[in-house]
């Protein structure tokens, strides 16, 4: 095993030890020992037979650390494939205007309708205004016959304040007794954690995880520019078009559970590019495990600041991210003194 395995290896390990602290420390505290049995017994029991400690473990925080791993390794692989294919090292999930889509969504379901399908409604209802969001950018791009990533950075902009001025329209027309929920949502949270949602997240970070590795190559054709990424054979075009797309499905499930958790996304993809450098074939595994181990972290901290009440996730996330492009900032500025 090489450098790079061991590291992804000891990667592995922290992702491995944050679920297990996400397991034990709540607003009640569980014993290591207790949360491992729960994990190894899972449901194999009959209810009357288990534990309260264990339902607490099992039902309610095994799935939120591993939606919280899943979706952070999602969200680093979208930022991977999205600054790759604008070549804009600020690019995130949710500049194009897929968290609007997806916040308008959610925000009409808990202000409007209710909970006309039961559980599923706020997350069919969040994945299905991720996609118009970016089938709106896809369209502009393809009206403007063109798939510059300027373009697209600026489609993206325009459709994500569009959905932002619905969004807040709605929380203002809206039950104002809905407020608090809302606010929590579009902040970013793992409440809606639970085992009926998992396969669809961890679909979501398959379908953008297989992606990017089956087309690394071309991804790293990109790096060296359009007009020699086209005379290597890469239809660049399409592949941005397709690039975006799959980004965009896999981010609208994301969202749908979890809420907008920004600047993961941007984070995660030069933190990575540290570990693993610029090639995809590295760069991709890299960022799957630098983005899981940086939500799961988050998570914790959203619930132990101020415990026992939590803070949405996305205020962790979004204060880390601030401080981290300050950071990049001012390495930037020394770089072209």
Request: proline letters at 4%; hydrophobic letters at 60%.
């Amino acid at each position: 095993m090489g450098r790079f395995g061991l590291t992804l290896l000891l990667g592995a390990v922290v992702v491995a030890a944050l679920l297990l602290v996400s397991t034990i420390y709540g607003t009640t505290q569980i014993p290591a020992a207790v949360a491992l049995d729960a994990v190894m017994l899972g449901t194999g029991m009959a209810d009357g037979e288990v534990s309260p400690l264990h339902r607490i473990v099992f039902d309610l925080r095994l799935p939120r650390a591993l939606f919280a791993a899943v979706i952070g390794a999602g969200l680093g692989v979208v930022g991977v494939v999205l600054q790759t294919t604008t070549r804009n090292d600020l690019a995130d999930p949710f500049l194009f205007g897929l968290s609007s889509g997806a916040a308008a969504g959610a925000v009409f379901v808990i202000t409007v309708t209710g909970d006309v399908l039961g559980f599923w409604t706020l997350p069919l209802a969040a994945f299905c205004g991720g996609l118009v969001a970016s089938g709106i950018v896809l369209a502009l791009v393809h009206g403007l016959r063109t798939s510059a990533p300027e373009k697209l950075i600026l489609a993206g902009l325009a459709v994500s304040f569009l959905f932002s001025a619905i969004t807040n329209y709605l929380i203002f027309a809206g039950d104002s007794r809905a407020a608090h929920s809302v606010i929590f949502w579009m902040l970013g949270g793992l409440g809606l954690a639970r085992w009926e949602t998992f396969p669809l997240v961890c679909a979501g970070m398959l379908l953008i995880l297989t992606y990017a590795l089956w087309r690394s190559r071309w991804l790293d054709a990109l790096l060296t520019g359009d007009l020699t990424a086209a005379t290597l054979g890469v239809p660049v075009q399409a592949l941005r078009f397709r690039m975006f797309f799959v980004a965009a499905l896999a981010t609208a499930v994301f969202v749908s559970v979890a809420g907008v958790i920004g600047f993961v996304g941007l984070m995660v993809p030069h933190i990575a590019r540290g570990i693993a450098g610029p090639l995809h074939n590295r760069l991709v595994p890299a960022a799957a495990i630098v983005g899981a181990a940086l939500l799961t972290g988050s998570d914790i901290l959203s619930r132990l600041l101020l415990a026992p009440q939590e803070l949405p996730v996305g205020i962790v996330t979004t204060s880390i991210g601030s401080i981290f492009v300050f950071l990049l900032l001012f390495k930037t500025a020394r770089e072209m003194k």
